[in-house]
């Protein structure tokens, strides 16, 4: 990457890193602040004061990320996070949970993911747009586990308030790093690879492996937010902690969930075996939400099955993203990513609703027998998967004054050895490939792309 690249792909990754915190750092907390709240006897109230931040984000980050075409990247995501700032305000002087609900409203509204993704797209030459994107996609699974473990300690210093006050003053921070930091892009495009196109939806939609990956981020997600409806209480409750100590919890069980990941991941891509991988961690997760309704009696029972949950958790957070990408096709992997974070707004949204309605009728056997009625499902779907195609992502810039015929260039690259799948866009001058993980021929496309210029 050049220093422009570089410093569009860090300051973006920032932007998103904040619209992450602002979902997962009250995350550990909010249960117990939601309680002492006039309307928080109600379970159900909570879920959905936690969960609606995802319904709006749900509704609207296609529709902001379209707009950004028109209007400008830098406008829309300006907007967004004033909006962000202004919910988390509220959020923070909120007197009774309808009020914090209005305030989650108003935060998820912000939904500035799609044009963050697609301004970084304009700023990055093709060939380096998969490691900004990497950058990008890093930056939820560092943010879920910082925030596990910083929730409770800012919950102790400064109150959830004051985490709602501390996020929107960040955000507004957000906007003089995108107007001084953040380059202007010399042009705004259409890039099939980062944005959804409405042409692509149909297609999308009625894509069997990509709906099972869909229904698989929607579950995962649904699961997480009604598991920390119940988990703060479970660990005042059960394991006699204070609030302010369950980061005590939360930081070996995070930690251990990720080293345990990373020799996983590269398991399963390095030797052809995602699948096995992929799902093994459903598996698991079922397990540990089943032991969950059984074994919430002991602190040591509730720390080792939340630990085995943090593993699979992160295995499945790091692969989906990848067999998205795997199995989309090559020039309309940017909606087919939109679809895919749609759902995991909506699982958020729907899974805190469900899990608070569970909990207010059963308790915590309900929440985790739900949990793991909802993995069970994803299981089932998972193992009529097709196994992904041992394949990677290429782009290759394609010159503006080229006149040639798209289709035929498209058939010339997939003629080329260890070539899965080429589409060239004229329009966009690029092309779309995905190539075998190693041994594909890319001086053969190197030379290739050289005779459009």
């Not at 996070?81 to 909120?94: H, K, N, P, Q, Y």
Request: aromatic share 10%; charged share 10%.
């Amino acid at each position: 990457m050049n220093p422009l690249e570089m410093r569009a792909s860090l300051g973006l990754a920032g932007i998103y890193a904040l619209r992450m915190l602002g979902m997962f750092l009250i995350l550990p907390v909010f249960s117990l602040y939601a309680v002492t709240l006039p309307g928080g006897h109600d379970p159900m109230w909570i879920g959905l004061a936690l969960g609606s931040y995802g319904l709006t984000q749900a509704l609207l980050q296609l529709p902001l990320g379209m707009l950004s075409d028109r209007i400008g990247r830098k406008k829309v995501i300006y907007g967004g996070l004033l909006l962000f700032a202004l919910g988390s305000f509220i959020a923070a002087i909120a007197t009774d949970l309808v009020w914090l609900t209005v305030g989650r409203v108003v935060q998820g509204s912000g939904a500035v993911s799609a044009v963050v993704t697609a301004l970084l797209a304009d700023l990055t030459r093709e060939e380096n747009r998969t490691k900004a994107m990497a950058m990008i996609g890093m930056t939820i699974g560092i943010t879920f586990a910082v925030s596990l473990v910083l929730g409770p300690l800012m919950a102790k210093l400064v109150g959830v308030p004051g985490i709602f006050v501390l996020t929107g003053v960040l955000t507004l921070t957000a906007l003089l790093g995108v107007r001084f930091f953040i380059p202007d892009p010399p042009l705004s495009s259409f890039h099939s690879d980062a944005e959804a196109n409405p042409a692509s939806l149909p297609t999308i939609l009625r894509h069997g492996q990509l709906l099972r990956l869909n229904f698989g981020i929607f579950a995962l997600h649904a699961a997480q937010m009604a598991m920390f409806v119940v988990i703060p209480f479970a660990l005042t409750e059960t394991a006699g902690l204070d609030k302010a100590h369950h980061w005590q919890v939360y930081l070996p069980v995070v930690v251990v969930g990720f080293l345990l990941m990373i020799p996983a991941i590269i398991y399963g891509e390095k030797r052809g075996k995602l699948k096995p991988v992929f799902v093994g961690a459903i598996a698991l997760m079922a397990l540990t939400q089943l032991g969950l309704v059984f074994s919430l009696h002991t602190f040591w029972q509730l720390t080792f099955l939340l630990g085995a949950y943090f593993v699979a958790f992160n295995i499945l957070e790091a692969s989906l993203p990848s067999l998205v990408s795997k199995i989309a096709p090559a020039d309309a992997k940017g909606t087919a990513m939109g679809v895919y974070n749609t759902a995991q707004s909506l699982g958020l949204f729907l899974g805190a609703v469900v899990g608070g309605w569970c909990y207010g009728q059963g308790g915590a056997v309900w929440v985790f027998a739900f949990c793991c009625t909802m993995m069970s499902a994803w299981l089932l779907v998972a193992l009529s998967m097709r196994t992904p195609p041992p394949v990677k992502t290429k782009m290759f810039h394609i010159s503006e004054h080229w006149q040639g015929d798209a289709a035929q260039l498209s058939s010339r690259l997939r003629a080329v050895s260890g070539v899965q799948e080429a589409v060239v866009i004229a329009a966009e001058h690029v092309a779309y490939l995905k190539v075998s993980q190693s041994g594909w021929d890319e001086a053969g496309v190197q030379q290739l792309i050289k005779e459009t210029y």
